[in-house]
Structures are given as C-alpha cells and as structure tokens.
Nanobody, 124 residues
Framework: QVQLVESGGGLVQAGGSLRLSCAAS????????LGWFRQAPGKEREFVAA????????GYSDLVKGRFTISRDNAKNTVWLQMNSLKPEDTATFYC?????????????????WGQGTQVTVSS
C-alpha cells in the first residue's frame, strides 16, 4: 500500500508557473507508475500526465503537452508536476495517483491509490 500527499497548489496568474509535489510513503515507491489527474468543478476527472516506474517513460494529455513536465525521484519518494504557461482552463483540483504497470496509463480507473488533491487556480 502507498499513501500519497500532494502539495504546491495555489493561485497564479495566467502565463505563470507552479510546481506540484506528491510525496509517497508506505510500500515501494519505485514499483509504481505515477500519474497526475485533475478535476474542475462540474467536469469529469481527466488525465494530465504519467511517468513509469523508472522514470524512463512519460505520457501527457494533449491539453498540457509542451507546457507541463512530470518527473520523479525514487530516492526521495516524490513525483513532481512542473506547470508552465498556465491558462485559466487549467484551474482544477489536481490529484496524484499510483498504479502497477505502465500500460494504459491514462485510465484513471486503473489507478489504485490516490492523494487528497491540491487546488490550482489560474486567474485571467
């Protein structure tokens, strides 16, 4: 089992940057694919980015590709989401999640462990 705690959310102006962190505790962090998802009010949860167990492979939603970067440090049990060129439509609660295996990494239902979320608000 793994526990996930997100941090780093906040209020930022359009065009600005934020770096989200997700600290893990519990089971072996390096054995999990890590993903970031987000959910805006009144909308369904959507995939943002994922990174494989070793960090060698990453995947992104087309909505954030080129603006967001996911990374991890297995020695620190932490995964990050660097968000640049933020837009008002990026406003959402962002969640960190963990699963076994990298295949079909964009499927939220395949993730077993979830954090409590961190709010990101982008003002225009």
């Amino acid at each position: 089992q793994v526990q996930l705690v997100e941090s780093g959310g906040g209020l930022v102006q359009a065009g600005g940057s934020l770096r989200l962190s997700c600290a893990a505790s519990g089971s072996t962090f390096s054995s999990y694919t890590l993903g970031w998802f987000r959910q805006a009010p009144g909308k369904e949860r959507e995939f943002v980015a994922a990174i494989s167990e070793s960090g060698a492979n990453t995947g992104y939603s087309d909505l954030v590709k080129g603006r967001f970067t996911i990374s991890r440090d297995n020695a620190k049990n932490t995964v990050w989401l660097q968000m640049n060129s933020l837009k008002p439509e990026d406003t959402a609660t962002f969640y960190c999640a963990a699963r076994n295996g990298y295949l079909y990494y964009a499927r939220g239902a395949s993730y077993k462990y979830w954090g409590q979320g961190t709010q990101v608000t982008v003002s225009s």
